[in-house]
């Protein structure tokens, strides 16, 4: 199971990515394995020195009762002390932000891909949208061999 965040290579340029864990309840798991999430809107922010995701929405679980979890609540991101101080310092200094790429399950642990992403401008969105036609009417000749 895997959800992939596929705005943010639309809407950012991805200058470094990392892999960290999140801590979850029961409920939040069981919707994950049901792949009722959604990472669109959903970014990092890091306050004390520790890092949260905020804006993720894991839907309710449908069979859990008065133990179901708030949709949309901040969660603790997990990482190395060192990793957050070189994190926060690129985030202060250079204006980027911190976007989850991926959701996926390794070795029964969730985890999330972070990227360290600086915005892009329109007309940067506009030379990605022409990157990727050229890419695809290149794909379409080969497949058909035109020339």
Do not use: W
Not at 22 to 48: H, M, P, Q
Request: aromatic share 8%; net charge positive; charged share 35%.
């Amino acid at each position: 199971m895997e959800v992939v965040n596929r705005q943010a290579k639309y809407n950012y340029f991805i200058l470094e990515e990392l892999e960290c864990g999140i801590v979850l309840t029961g409920t939040e798991i069981k919707s994950i394995r049901d792949g009722k999430v959604n990472l669109k809107d959903s970014y990092a922010v890091i306050r004390n020195h520790e890092v949260y995701l905020l804006n993720t929405n894991i839907s309710e679980y449908t069979e859990g009762n008065i133990f179901n979890h708030d949709p949309r609540r901040s969660r603790k991101l997990l990482l190395h002390k060192r990793e957050i101080l070189k994190l926060e310092s690129k985030v202060n200094q250079e204006g980027c932000t911190l976007v989850p790429l991926k959701l996926y399950f390794n070795k029964n642990k969730v985890k999330i891909l972070l990227g360290l992403c600086k915005g892009k401008k329109t007309f940067d969105k506009r030379e990605t949208i022409k990157e990727r036609d050229l890419k695809r009417e290149e794909e379409k000749n080969k497949k058909y061999n035109y020339k």
